[in-house]
């Protein structure tokens, strides 16, 4: 069965603060990672998108990816209140054109 | 350039009646997903489509849902009759190919009375 797994929280990080949000996946194939970021009643967005071993930055963001231990991660450095929201994590699994998405995690920054 | 564009954005409607969900994919975009997201199930992918052709079905909790794609640029998600357990938020995403991220819109947030 092919899965990806996140803790859904919520995840209390302190403003100013790095928030570390972690996902799991089952399949050894996967070949592409999403982390999307979804408000309350809105749709997700795409925040990053990371495709090879290693860390990626985009501002605030680092998506890191580790392949042979079946892990993803974002990171959100200097945390601000407006990251509150539910963080999915969306793997490509076998060049399919399908996503096996992660339950979410919600992350909450305290001011 | 236009996001995905979903339509109505809300619905409300009595248990029995016929509901009709409608998306138009991001221009260029061969690949339409409907997905339904509820507090219990999460995001749940119930079709999805390839140049107009639907690929997998297996999500359509069953015969009362079917979905079209007449043309690259209209879906249609037809719920008929509806009950009050279809009550979701649905979206439609789109996306370009293979190991692509997908796009999504804005959701039709659907109540069955």
């Known amino acids: 069965q092919k899965e990806v797994e996140q803790n859904s929280g919520p995840l209390s990080v302190p403003e100013g603060a790095i928030a570390s949000l972690n996902c799991t996946y089952s399949?050894?194939?996967?070949?592409?990672f999403f982390w999307y970021r979804q408000y309350s009643g809105k749709s997700p967005e795409l925040i990053m998108s990371?495709?090879s071993n290693g860390d990626k930055e985009d501002g605030r963001f680092t998506a890191q990816l580790n392949k042979a231990s079946q892990y993803v991660s974002l990171l959100i450095r200097d945390s601000q209140p407006s990251d509150s929201a539910t963080y999915l994590c969306a793997a490509a699994m076998d060049s399919n054109y399908q996503l096996i998405w992660g339950a979410g995690t919600k992350l909450i920054i305290k001011p | 350039d236009a996001g995905v564009i979903q339509s109505p954005r809300h619905e409300v409607t009595e248990m029995g009646q016929e509901v009709t969900l409608r998306c138009k994919p991001i221009s260029g975009h061969d690949y339409l997903f409907w997905y339904r997201q509820t507090m219990m199930r999460g995001l749940e992918l119930l079709i999805y489509f390839n140049n107009n052709v639907p690929i997998d079905d297996s999500g359509m909790p069953e015969d009362r849902f079917s979905a079209k794609m007449p043309n690259a640029s209209f879906s249609t998600l037809k719920i008929q009759p509806s009950e009050p357990r279809d009550s979701a938020v649905y979206f439609c995403?789109?996306?370009?190919?293979?190991?692509?991220?997908?796009?999504f819109g804005d959701g039709t947030r659907l109540s069955i009375l």
């Open positions: 990371i495709y």
């Open positions: 995403a789109s996306t370009q190919g293979a190991n692509q991220p997908q796009h």
């Open positions: 399949d050894r194939v996967s070949q592409s």
